[in-house]
């Protein structure tokens, strides 16, 4: 099975819709990071609304970083995406598990915290890349992004992201949706797709039943004619390499390069993303001294 994302637009032009299964995403992200429960359900539910928006705002090759930063106990957490689906994440402390909330369901505003801020940042290369800001609203991410969508890009958006985590701490599904409203929508018909939203069930839940992309749309946007536009794949891709950290071991003095090799004979770069590590030999950190020379 691949992570995928549907994409649909309502025939009478008013909405514009995504539903996005990235489980297999998520669970990569757990096993890379080795996160527990809350941490898990943070880092997951922040990769899913990155990911919606980027498939829904970029062109090809724009990235987007959305940055959450809370006063909880997991810290900050950092997520690229791109419009074609790829995104890689990361969170300030993965191992966090708190006490479930009175319904069972993981507490992730407690994990996150209510005070702080959720943050995109956009390369749409340009001179300066954009920067949008809001204070985060409740800490459950999804309304956090709701949020952000209404104020800095001012489009009012529905947006709901869930991540199910087994008991032994593995990701058991992971999905998402979003719903962008037109300029034709009116009051009637933004009601009608609220009233959808509170009677469906939560979203890992559908998606632990087997619901296809297709299946969760219909329930999110029932009584409404939807025209399906795309199917895309989704997936946690890293883009670091050896030469990137060359380059940045190239920005650092020589001086702190040869210390490198005169105390460590060596270094070592950890990836923050995906966890992935390059050794710099000493012959490694020489060349680099030298193409500073």
Known sequence: MTDTLTKAVSTNGKFRAYVVNATETVQEAQKRHDTWRNSSAALGRTMIGSVLI?????????????????????????????????????????????????????????????????????????????????PLVSGEIGMDFAYYMAKSEQIPSAIGVSVFVNPNETVGAAGGFLVQTLPGATDKDITQIEDNLKTIPNLSTLLNEGLSNKDVMEKVMHGVDMKYLQDMPIQFKCDCSKERFSKSLATLNTKELQSMIDENHGAEAVCKFCGNKYEFSENDLKEIIDTKD
């Open 54 to 134: 980027a498939t829904s705002t970029l062109k090809e090759d724009e990235v987007l970083t959305t940055r959450v930063q809370g006063d909880g106990p997991v810290g900050s957490i950092v997520v690229d995406a791109t419009a074609q689906g790829n995104v890689k994440g990361y969170i300030s402390n993965p191992h966090v598990s708190l006490k479930a909330k009175e319904d069972g369901h993981i507490d992730v505003a407690s994990a996150v915290g209510t005070n702080g801020t959720l943050s995109i940042t956009k390369d749409l290369h340009l001179k300066e890349p954009f920067t949008g800001q809001v």
